[in-house]
């Protein structure tokens, strides 16, 4: 099964920056939006942000003005700009393809309908 594959996760300071990548090969940008996911340690799910297929673009009120959401349609990549980063945003990311939109309020970081998922990159923020 195509499965879409995350990096860029670390360790940063508060303050700091991160890039995260998103790799998905063998999808149509066109057909999903595509988006990130974040599992908190509290096991919490939020959409952090997520770009149509018409590139509009969605962010979550606590990453606003700090993260930016960007595609490479070329090279099939997704990207996620975080700036200024807090130790709140601690938490596993996860880039998914929808199917073909993401719902903004979902109970879990789990795959749903024919969703993809990939398999998380962690992001520690911390001094």
């Known amino acids: 099964q195509i499965q879409p594959v995350e990096s860029g996760g670390g360790l940063v300071q508060p303050g700091g920056s991160l890039r995260l990548s998103c790799s998905a090969s063998g999808f149509r940008f066109d057909d999903n939006d595509m988006g990130w996911y974040r599992q908190t340690p509290g096991n919490e799910c939020e959409l952090v942000s997520s770009?149509?297929?018409?590139?509009?673009?969605y962010y979550g009120d606590s990453v606003k003005g700090r993260f930016t959401i960007s595609q490479d349609r070329t090279e099939n990549m997704m990207y996620l700009q975080m700036d200024n980063l807090e130790p709140e945003d601690s938490a596993v990311y996860y880039c998914v393809v929808g199917d073909p939109t993401l719902p903004v309020v979902r109970e879990s970081c789990t795959p749903k309908y024919l969703e993809l998922w990939g398999q998380g990159t962690t992001v520690t923020v911390s001094s």
């Open positions: 770009i149509s297929t018409i590139r509009r673009t």
